[in-house]
């Protein structure tokens, strides 16, 4: 079966400037995890969803990042306006757990590396 | 909330020699467990879970974990290290009053020596 899709693989862009990322999850994956994972530090998890729903953003800066997840399937997060603390690796993970991920495995794309200069 | 310590941010062993990769978890209910490998510019990989039953696990490419609810410890291990070995390794706990959030520790960077 096809894999967690993310693109853009690489962005760079300026601060202030506005930046979206894409997730595509593995079909019929109820859960979909954004992650932030900064240089030497562990995934930090942004937002989760369970299918079109918000289950927790409680560590997602609302004052510039957002994220939708439309009819349950394809995701976007977007930061705006980016700082220069943005600059990390967004990841996308997807599990077929019907909340969270349980005792079953959450799989991860590739990630997208945002720069901010 | 359940959480995730990782002693040691890099570990350093030689080709043939035993990996040790320590993890420690807070949560005061039964947790799932999880260990991840990450390679440069790469996505995460599920190396291991425990989720309930036997508590010696054994995962992918020869790694293995042991969980012990009284050191409240999931510390990863391999016999023989591989240079294909080498890369970040993290522990990983899932809790299902919590939402089943995934939650990462820091993270282990694994060197191996030729």
């Known amino acids: 079966e096809a894999g967690v899709a993310q693109s853009p693989r690489y962005k760079i862009i300026e601060k202030r400037q506005s930046v979206a990322f894409w997730c595509n999850p593995i079909?019929?994956?109820?859960?979909l995890y954004w992650y932030q994972q900064i240089l030497g530090q562990g995934p930090k998890l942004l937002i989760q969803?369970?299918?079109?729903?918000?289950?927790?953003d409680s560590q997602l800066p609302k004052d510039r990042f957002s994220a939708e997840r439309l009819k349950g399937v394809d995701s976007t997060l977007k930061i705006q306006p980016a700082k220069l603390e943005d600059s990390a690796v967004y990841l996308c993970?997807?599990?077929?757990?019907?909340?969270?991920?349980?005792?079953?495995?959450?799989?991860f794309g590739q990630g997208t590396r945002l720069t901010v200069v | 909330a359940q959480s995730v310590t990782q002693l040691g941010s890099h570990v350093s062993v030689s080709e043939g020699a035993l990996v040790l990769l320590r993890c420690n978890y807070s949560?005061?209910?039964?947790?799932?467990l999880f260990w991840y490998v990450q390679y440069p510019n790469q996505g995460l990989q599920l190396l291991l879970k425990?989720?309930?039953?036997?508590?010696l696990v054994k995962g992918i490419n020869g790694f293995e974990a042991e969980f012990k609810k009284s050191e409240t410890s999931f510390h990863l291990t391999k016999p023989s290290a591989h240079m294909s070995d080498a890369a970040e390794y993290f522990c990983?706990?899932?809790?299902?009053?919590?939402?089943?959030?995934?939650?990462f520790g820091a993270g282990t960077i694994l060197r191996v020596k030729s």
């Open positions: 993970a997807s599990s077929s757990h019907s909340q969270g991920t349980g005792n079953t495995e959450a799989f």
């Open positions: 079909s019929g994956h109820a859960t």
């Open positions: 969803f369970q299918n079109n729903g918000v289950v927790d």
């Open positions: 949560s005061s209910v039964p947790p799932y």
């Open positions: 425990y989720t309930t039953g036997a508590t």
């Open positions: 990983a706990v899932s809790v299902q009053e919590y939402g089943n959030k995934l939650v």
